[in-house]
């Protein structure tokens, strides 16, 4: 009968084993894939972070405007969307600290769209160099591989958009009757590096004013600040484009 048992106890083992083997992989969810799929991608975007890592903080000054024709920023998907990613990565100066890091809201006054995606990249390249298999799903740096340039962009001039109560005096009270909204600006400049070989091959400047009234929505200061980043997300395309054709925009 023990010999029975000594038989009999590996076999239970091994089915205890496989029992738990599909378990465990629900527990990662269905994005989850094996990190040695992620290698490649890992592969392909360290030579571009190893470019930025080298990029400067302090760009030389826009002296003439030019842009490469396949650089234009588009309108349709977010930068590194999937399925057709564009081209480019925005990475506003305050990022470029060492290492290049995406640095929230803390420093730049107008965050332009994409340039989250620096962030992204970056640490979905530590989590495949720390091998954490748990972390890694079928988008990371999947988008990043796409990029071919860098729209390094340095606001050099903020006025915060302000709202003012309108107040209608009376003999025994003060009523508002309507707000005044002073539009907000910011302006800078972008210097495009080629990701290649970290070549600068463009520059143009860029300067965006929000509405006079930009609505509520979210609340009046949010409003405020959601209209005045749209507005320079718009410029910067707008600009973008007018360097590619050799002119400029006011």
Do not use: W
């Amino acid at each position: 009968m023990y010999s029975s048992f000594v038989r009999i106890t590996p076999l239970i083992a091994c089915l205890v084993a496989l029992a738990l083997v599909p378990a465990c992989k629900k527990k990662r969810g269905a994005d989850y894939v094996p990190i040695a799929s992620v290698l490649p991608r890992a592969a392909k975007f360290e030579p571009i972070m190893a470019v930025i890592r080298k990029l400067p903080v302090s760009p030389p000054p826009v002296t003439r405007t030019f842009a490469p024709a396949d650089a234009l920023i588009g309108t349709g998907s977010t930068p590194g969307s999937d399925p057709t990613p564009e081209p480019y990565l925005v990475i506003h100066v305050e990022d470029l600290a060492k290492p290049p890091r995406y640095d929230g809201d803390k420093a730049v006054k107008v965050r332009l769209k994409g340039s989250q995606f620096l962030g992204v990249c970056a640490d979905g390249l530590s989590e495949v160099k720390e091998a954490k298999e748990d972390d890694v799903y079928k988008t990371t740096l999947l988008p990043c591989t796409a990029f071919k340039y860098a729209y390094v962009v340095r606001e050099t001039e903020y006025l915060e958009p302000t709202t003012k109560k309108v107040s209608d005096k009376t003999a025994d009270k003060t009523r508002t009757i309507g707000l005044n909204h002073v539009p907000g600006r910011v302006s800078g400049d972008v210097t495009i590096y080629s990701l290649s070989d970290g070549k600068q091959v463009g520059a143009f400047q860029f300067r965006a004013v929000s509405s006079a009234d930009p609505g509520t929505e979210g609340g009046i200061g949010s409003a405020q600040e959601a209209d005045l980043k749209k507005q320079a997300d718009e410029a910067l395309r707008a600009a973008c484009a007018a360097a590619a054709r050799g002119g400029t925009t006011k």
